[in-house]
């Protein structure tokens, strides 16, 4: 059965209370984006890439930020890798303000050559592990194995990324990030470039990863399609500057609801939601 709540998100209170104190936070989202206002400034003009964007991920959430191209998702993303600071509202991770990059918010993008060319697969998945010092060399090696395993890639270890797949990079580049084993695993268009049976194949095997690992996923996409399968919870972005317009509840759809009339139907209304002109109602 398929029951989507659409959520306006006018009047909710962005104030957070002393709760977000670390420690003292038993029902604090783990990570909370609050009225966030991102710009590009450059010495002709200020962009205004989002304005006053809420939302809140909870631990193990598929939560997907979906909207057209250029309403800011990627720049939201960056804003809590910590890459840029909100001109306005905060980011929150266990309570905490984001005010800088870590190895608790790991990114995959959507290009293919974010695998340095010259380390094997290994030493690709290995590198953050040492470079951040969070495990020795013996215990990234093994790490690095167990998440490759994961992504169907222990048999390819050894080689270099020139001689993957498209996929097979993205699988990498997903092993990588698992293997911090980050509060967040952030992830921005990131089968966007693949064709589309390989993305169809990703998606599944991302659900499959999340199945077993659990870990908690920040998606951005400008498909609804994929929207619906790969997320729980969606935020939908109104186009530039980008505000947000619903929050859908979507954790009844899979792969195997694609094509259904419930999906179409549901994906046709987000589709109306997105697109429908300032001032009307949904
Ligand atoms: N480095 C930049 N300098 C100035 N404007 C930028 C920069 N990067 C993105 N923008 C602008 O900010 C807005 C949001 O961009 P982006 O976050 O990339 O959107 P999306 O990922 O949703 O396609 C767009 O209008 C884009 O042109
Ligand atoms: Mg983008």
């Keep these: 059965m398929q029951t989507v709540a659409p959520v306006a998100r006018q009047g909710r209170p962005h104030g957070v209370p002393d709760l977000a104190r670390p ?3 038993p029902h604090v989202a783990l990570l909370q984006v609050d009225a966030v206002s991102l710009e590009y400034r450059t010495p002709e003009r200020v962009v205004r890439a989002t304005h006053r964007v809420s939302f809140d991920v909870h631990e193990a959430d598929r939560f997907v930020l979906l909207g057209p191209s250029g309403c800011g998702k990627s720049t939201l993303l960056k804003a809590v890798g ?3 600071a909100p001109v306005e509202g905060e980011i929150r991770l266990d309570g905490r303000a984001v005010t800088a990059p870590g190895p608790d918010r790991i990114v995959v993008f959507q290009e293919f050559d974010q695998l340095p060319p010259w380390k094997t697969v290994k030493q690709n998945v290995m590198f953050p592990l040492l470079a951040s010092r969070t495990l020795g060399r013996k215990e990234a090696a093994e790490r690095a194995l167990h998440y490759l395993d994961k992504v ?3 048999k390819f270890a050894d080689v270099h990324p020139h001689q993957l797949s498209g ?6 580049a997903i092993a990588r ?3 911090m084993q980050p509060r967040v695993l952030l992830m921005d268009e990131p089968f966007a470039a693949l064709d589309a049976l390989t993305r169809r194949k990703m998606q599944e095997e991302l659900l499959a990863l999340w ?3 659990r870990f908690t996923l920040l998606f951005v996409t400008h498909s609804i399609e994929e929207a619906l399968v790969v997320g729980n919870r969606i935020a939908l ?3 530039h500057p980008g505000r947000m317009r619903a929050e859908i509840n979507s954790h009844d759809f899979t792969l195997e609801s694609l094509g259904g009339t419930a999906f179409q139907a549901t994906a ?3 589709h109306h939601m997105l697109f429908e002109e300032e001032g009307t109602t949904a």
């Design 211 to 213: 199945d077993e690992v």
């Design 237 to 239: 972005l109104s186009p």
């Design 167 to 172: 996929g097979m990079k993205q699988r990498v």
């Design 268 to 270: 046709q209304r987000i």
């Design 177 to 179: 990030a698992l293997a």
């Design 23 to 25: 420690g003292a936070a």
């Design 152 to 154: 169907g890639l222990a």
């Design 82 to 84: 910590g890459f840029i």
